[in-house]
């Protein structure tokens, strides 16, 4: 379990100071949370404080009641937080395979790391040698990710704007990964997501504006004043990129 | 053949005792171990200094080893080999130089190979230099490679230098009749105060000839290199160069391309990026559990992989 206590972030210095964060409290206990709300909310600045990309100005982080505020990225990965990009990284010469081996964090078989892919919708044996780079389109490198993310199979994930930048059909695809993950994962799995589908399936909604929780609840009780509210005028959800507001 | 030249060509040829095939292994400027098959004829040079290799029309699915090693402290050595490969022949060549000095005086080779390749004949050439030891003075090599291709012919060149040579310069030529095709693939890593120099020109002749030349390279602590390539586009042809380097500490790279297309169908393109590492690669590979000095190396191996 993930939790937040009085976060805060700014970003810049005197006159050009800004804060995009203001004493956040939440705690992430629910297999399925999704943040959503406006862009500048401080939806992915929340989302890279916990993997520790970002540094707090202000307030702790606790994972399991341990406080992980100070710890690098790569120690807070190792006891369990992992990320899943915005916009996937590419490498030369990295291979598919390889960075499913380094997620896993052991030597696996060409069958497990195919399994992965598999899962993610991907047909492996087309996939599995090639370089993570910029041949690959962004919904084969989100799903990719997504892989990656499953290969680690920590306790906590967080997956920042998983429908960015994708067609239409690799979003379909990417809603049934979720709603795969969400069907037969108990780990907690945190979603930045500005999509109606993706927010449907979550136990919970978490609104960000202005870098503070406006609503929190249900899906039942939030969908109803984020369609009403937010969203209606820009009819977000007929198209895969969602709304931007 | 003693432990440290055993180690060498295990490192430069992936050779653990003699190879099978034809093969030439030279260790302190003298010929050590010499085998000609059917069809790979290796005759040493009289004046001792190299071999000339003649490959029969239509050899297939034969090798030729023809390592070189400098063991011994100040050896300086300039070879010559030759190799004429027959019409539809398709073989591969494994050569590399590994040096090993732990005094004071100067090691290094010199090699000039040539490679004349016949029609449809079909070459791949791998080359790989390292060197071992704290000696001192210096390893130094100045490998030149001449390659000169006939209708419908290719060659593959891998060339890799990822440790242990103080000082290269290293030279490429070639030239393509039509159809012709050459594929260069050049990864080197620098390291202290180590300076490399890779020179690449091909002169693309012949109608429908193609030439690729792709450079990785990693430059750390004080060490420098310089990346030329030269293509010339005398007929129609396509050509393509790319030059990728990765700076760390107080490295430095220069890439210089010169693209020259003389004929109106030639298709020339070059490609250059030199930079750190990527934060945002680092990054990810630290969000998958790895140290920073973790990723940066996982980064660097993929990258020369």
Redesign the interface.
């Known amino acids: 379990m993930v939790e937040l206590i009085d976060l805060s972030f700014s970003a810049g210095e005197g006159e050009e100071k800004k804060e995009i964060l203001r004493d956040v409290s939440l705690r992430f206990d629910d297999r399925l949370t999704a943040i959503t709300g406006p862009n500048g909310g401080g939806k992915s600045t929340l989302a890279k404080l916990i993997?520790g990309?970002l540094v707090p100005t202000g307030g702790r982080i606790l994972l399991d009641g341990e406080d992980i505020t100070a710890l690098?990225?790569?120690e807070r990965?190792?006891r369990g937080i992992?990320?899943a990009?915005q916009t996937p990284?590419r490498?030369?010469?990295?291979?598919v395979r390889?960075?499913i081996m380094?997620?896993s964090?052991k030597k696996i078989g060409m069958a497990e790391a195919c399994d992965y892919l598999s899962e993610v919708g991907l047909c492996a044996r087309d996939y599995i040698n090639r370089e993570v780079n910029a041949s690959l389109s962004g919904g084969e490198l989100k799903r990719i990710e997504i892989a990656?993310i499953l290969a680690?199979g920590t306790s906590f994930s967080v997956f920042d704007e998983p429908e960015a930048g994708i067609d239409l059909w690799s979003f379909q695809n990417l809603i049934r990964v979720f709603e795969k993950i969400h069907r037969e994962k108990q780990d907690s799995v945190l979603i930045i997501s500005h999509q109606e589908r993706i927010l449907n399936i979550a136990d919970r909604i978490v609104v960000l504006a202005g870098g503070e929780v406006v609503n929190d609840g249900t899906p039942e009780k939030i969908m109803p004043t984020l369609t009403g509210k937010v969203v209606s005028s820009c009819r977000p959800f007929e198209k895969a990129g969602g709304y931007h507001g | 053949m003693d432990k440290i030249t055993e180690g060498l060509l295990a490192e430069i040829a992936d050779l653990h005792g003699i190879p099978t095939g034809a093969y030439n292994i030279r260790e302190n400027s003298r010929s050590i171990g010499r085998s000609s098959t059917a069809n790979i004829e290796i005759i040493p040079r009289e004046a001792g200094d190299g071999i000339t290799v003649r490959i029969l029309p239509g050899t297939r699915n034969e090798s030729l080893h023809i390592p070189v090693v400098i063991s011994k402290v100040g050896v300086s050595e300039s070879v010559i080999n030759d190799f004429y490969i027959g019409e539809g022949a398709d073989v591969t060549i494994i050569a590399g130089c590994g040096i090993h000095n732990c005094g004071t005086g100067l090691s290094q080779h010199d090699g000039v190979h040539t490679f004349y390749v016949g029609k449809n004949a079909h070459v791949r050439y791998v080359e790989k230099h390292y060197g071992e030891g704290d000696g001192s003075a210096g390893r130094v090599m100045n490998p030149t490679t001449v390659v000169h291709i006939e209708e419908g012919g290719s060659m593959e060149i891998e060339t890799t230098q990822i440790k242990g040579i103080d000082s290269t310069k290293r030279t490429t030529r070639a030239d393509l009749a039509a159809g012709a095709s050459i594929n260069i693939r050049e990864k080197i890593m620098t390291h202290g105060v180590q300076q490399a120099e890779t020179d690449f020109s091909v002169d693309m002749n012949g109608e429908g000839c193609s030439a690729n030349v792709v450079s990785?390279s990693v430059a750390k602590e004080h060490s420098g290199q310089i990346f030329r390539s030269r293509m010339n586009g005398n007929a129609a042809c396509h050509g393509h160069t790319e030059c990728?380097a990765i700076l760390m500490d107080d490295g430095h790279v220069t890439a210089i391309p010169e693209l020259t297309a003389n004929c109106i169908d030639a298709s020339l393109i070059h490609e250059a990026a030199i930079g750190k590492i990527?934060g945002?690669?680092l990054?990810?590979?630290?969000?998958?559990?790895?140290?920073?000095a973790e990723a940066e190396e996982?980064?660097v191996?993929?990258?020369?992989?």
């Not at chain 1, 490498?91 to 291979?95: E, P």
């Not at chain 2, 990054?283 to 920073?292: D, H, N, P, Q, R």
């Open positions: 993997a990309i690098s990225v790569t990965a190792r992992s990320f990009f990284v490498f030369k010469g990295i291979t390889d960075l380094l997620a964090g990656t680690r | 990785r990728d990527a945002e690669q990054i990810k590979l630290m969000t998958l559990g790895l140290s920073e996982q980064i191996s993929g990258f020369l992989k």
